[in-house]
């Protein structure tokens, strides 16, 4: 089994400072974790993904996260926010026998001016 | 590459109605799923395909929805009859063979159901 933990349902910050969403993960197999984005009335889109080569991983825009298996977390941070940061944010989780994803809650984004 | 193409885009109905939903996957990909997405929450899977084969179907209401995936391409996700909590973003999704799990999603369909 296996199941995904978004430790905050709403994150506000400032643009141009740091951002940062927490994930934490179970699963019984070596895990694929994702992030995905999902601005208002679109499809979900890939941000960055593990799939067991380096632990720092790097995304498209600026986002990049770090999966650590001793905390069990795969959090995604972002140095500087932009206005158009401001979306939902899902962490997921994937064992690779069988491709089953399993969603976190999500986390909202909003960026201040 | 042309990505995942789902219509229609929204629907209205009356409870107890019925809808259907389409779904084209990327070409040469072999899995598709369908996920409904209530306000406010995740993504809940309600079916996958593997070409045209059910792979998982545990969390589908069987009682009013049904989906069928008939030439392992296109799909069609049908609900009857409605019911109030069915109000919802119906995403499909679709993975290449043998991929790391990573999933490519359409825009949804929005069914409100009044």
């Known amino acids: 089994a296996q199941s995904v933990t978004q430790l905050d349902s709403h994150v506000s910050v400032s643009e141009g400072t740091p951002v940062l969403l927490r994930c934490n993960y179970s699963?019984?197999?070596?895990?694929?974790l994702f992030w995905y984005v999902q601005h208002p009335n679109k499809g979900l889109q890939l941000l960055l993904k593990?799939?067991?080569?380096?632990?720092l991983v790097k995304g498209i825009n600026g986002f990049e996260a770090e999966f650590k298996k001793s905390e069990t977390s795969f959090h995604l941070t972002k140095p500087s926010a932009h206005m158009s940061d401001a979306a939902e944010y899902f962490c997921?989780?994937?064992?690779?026998?069988?491709?089953?994803?399993?969603f976190g809650a999500g986390t909202t984004v909003t960026v201040r001016a | 590459e042309a990505g995942v193409a789902q219509s229609p885009r929204y629907k209205i109905i009356e409870k107890r109605q019925s809808v259907a939903f389409w779904c084209n996957p990327i070409s040469g990909h072999a899995t598709l799923y369908w996920y409904q997405q209530i306000l406010g929450q995740g993504p809940k899977l309600l079916i996958q395909?593997?070409?045209?084969?059910?792979?998982?179907d545990s969390q589908l209401p069987k009682d009013r929805f049904s989906a069928e995936r008939l030439k392992g391409v296109d799909s069609t996700l049908k609900i009857q009859p409605a019911k109030l909590e069915d109000s919802a973003v119906y995403l499909c999704?679709?993975?290449?063979?043998?991929?790391?799990?990573?999933?490519?999603f359409g825009e949804g369909s929005r069914l409100t159901v009044l």
């Open positions: 395909f593997q070409n045209n084969g059910v792979v998982d």
């Open positions: 997921v989780v994937s064992s690779l026998n069988d491709y089953k994803l399993s």
């Open positions: 999704a679709s993975s290449r063979p043998g991929g790391t799990g990573e999933l490519f």
């Open positions: 699963s019984s197999y070596s895990p694929s």
């Open positions: 593990y799939t067991s080569a380096a632990t």
